[in-house]
């Protein structure tokens, strides 16, 4: 029952984070009006690589809509392949003690479920209603909609990477050197002696380092295929050598023709970019009744560019942090709004940054031939590090990247001690 004091919570974008934060609202502020709006029509395609981990399964697990999953692809399997021809293979689900069962989920199909949980829940949802900007009026925010100007409590910007939420807040975009950009197609694949159905394949190109590539499988052979790279190394493959995204993506296809891969019936070829997390985008302004989440914030994992367990994560820690304040006594809304803002923030920093940087560090590192070779070898060699690059690509994992890195440098030792007695040999 919405009372005519209750909050009324206004969050732009219908995505993953936008459904899933108006689901957790309802349910940590009952007594909320929550208004969702969207400028497309669902359902509608956006581009994405399509693998939803075990992180993002978890967050839907705790909202009671895991029961979405049941319709969608389940990989056993992950492939991760580097320099030198090295593969690491690991069946799952459970590896080392981990659950890191996973879906390939097609967003055209996902994000119209998603968004009729949210309506379920209790959300007022309107499609095909742009976000036109807002004006901040007594700790709050006037928004004009087509049927008149609304005042909300909270706006909630979940409205992607080119979010028109940050633009109003003044928010500035992360700079080039903190985003990749990505082609995804779908298709066919085969191997006459590789299991392609049942496996996540990622693939590092010893050529064209820092792309990485992927194959995520669908249901009668089809496959989500794509690339993703640094937007700066892209402007620096198109000033050396003329190449453009798509040339890079039909490298990547060669690539997989070259390993015994049949590819055919390629479609739906699109591109996005992703501002990754490395560059520690603001989530609020100081005076505006507004925060940001997900692809908005740039909460997008620099790994593996996976941006939908990390937005949906966010949306639920804000409503839990809101929630808590509520049940607490403690009003949040109008001048008490930004303390109650800052410490969702700050919670949230606690809960992600450590796992931003490794993963950041850990990309960095795969742009090397040498390094991207060592941490092939080093994950193929352990179950424990397979889990733990799992974890790293899809979901919360932090510590794990550190033993990685030991693991790294044991398989670099061998290396070193051959190359020591290469060296006295021919002294």
């Not at 699109?270 to 985008?281: D, E, G, M, N, V």
């Not at 941490?375 to 590090?385: G, W």
Request: hydrophobic share 40%; aromatic share 6%; proline share 6%.
């Amino acid at each position: 029952m919405v009372g005519d004091n209750a909050p009324r919570i206004l969050v732009v974008g219908g995505g993953p984070t936008g459904a899933a934060t108006a689901v957790a609202v309802r349910r940590e502020l009952p007594g909320a009006h929550v208004t969702v709006i969207d400028k497309a029509t669902f359902p509608r395609d956006k581009t994405c690589g399509d693998g939803l981990g075990p992180g993002a399964r978890r967050v839907l697990d705790g909202l009671g809509l895991s029961g979405l999953l049941d319709r969608f692809h389940m990989p056993m399997s992950v492939a991760i392949s580097g320099p030198g021809g090295v593969e690491a293979f690991a069946r799952g689900p459970f590896m080392d003690g981990h659950d890191l069962a996973g879906y390939v989920t097609p967003r055209l199909v996902l994000d119209d479920l998603l968004l009729g949980a949210a309506r379920d829940a209790g959300a007022e949802v309107r499609e095909g209603v742009a976000f036109p900007g807002m004006t901040p009026v007594a700790g709050a925010e006037l928004v004009p909609l087509p049927d008149g100007d609304a005042t909300f409590d909270l706006v909630i910007g979940a409205d992607g990477a080119y979010s028109a939420v940050r633009r109003t807040l003044g928010v500035e975009r992360p700079p080039m050197r903190h985003t990749h950009v990505a082609m995804r197609a779908y298709g066919t694949v085969t191997h006459p002696e590789k299991p392609v159905s049942d496996t996540l394949r990622f693939d590092f190109l010893e050529s064209l380092l820092p792309v990485y590539g992927w194959v995520f499988p669908l249901p009668g052979d089809r496959a989500n295929i794509g690339v993703g790279l640094p937007v700066e190394h892209l402007r620096r493959q198109t000033e050396r050598h003329g190449r453009t995204l798509r040339d890079l993506f039909d490298l990547y296809v060669e690539d997989l023709r070259r390993r015994g891969f049949e590819v055919s019936g390629l479609e739906g070829i699109a591109t996005h970019q992703l501002p990754h997390a490395a560059a520690r985008t603001p989530m609020t302004a100081p005076g505006r009744a507004a925060v940001l989440l997900g692809d908005a914030a740039a909460t997008i994992n620099p790994l593996s560019g996976e941006g939908i367990f990390y937005g949906m994560a966010a949306g639920v820690q804000l409503a839990e942090h809101l929630g808590a304040l509520d049940r607490a006594g403690q009003h949040w809304r109008g001048e008490r709004l930004p303390a109650a803002l800052a410490g969702f923030e700050r919670a949230h920093q606690r809960r992600f940054a450590r796992h931003y940087r490794e993963c950041y560090l850990a990309q960095r590192l795969m742009s090397s031939r040498l390094w991207a070779g060592i941490a092939t070898r080093a994950v193929a060699a352990s179950d424990e590090a397979m889990a733990h690059v799992a974890l790293m690509l899809f979901d919360e994992q932090s510590a794990g990247s550190r033993g990685l890195l030991r693991l790294a440098g044991s398989s670099l030792r061998p290396l070193l001690r051959g190359r020591e007695r290469v060296a006295r040999a021919g002294r």
